[in-house]
């Protein structure tokens, strides 16, 4: 599977697996979005791993729709 240019969002990713994968998605050239509960730690991770990062809960709807908007917002489309 070609990554390199890849859009992807992926929840979860500040931490454990969804790190790891954010990780290794971006060494195979994906253009990566985590997101989290924790702004300070999203924050943190993204500028880490040199990706975006955006604060959402993904069990509230508005941050659901926020979550997609930035990733369509910064991955272009």
Known sequence: ?????????LTGGTTG????????????????????RNEQKVTSVAAELD???????????????NMFAFAIEHLGG
Request: with cysteine; charged share 25%.
């Open 1 to 9: 599977m070609e990554l390199k240019n890849a859009k992807i969002l």
């Open 17 to 36: 697996i969804g790190y790891e994968t954010a990780k290794l998605l971006r060494s195979q050239g994906a253009n990566v979005v985590i997101c989290g």
């Open 51 to 65: 990706i975006y990062g955006v604060k959402a809960d993904v069990t509230i709807e508005a941050d659901i729709e």
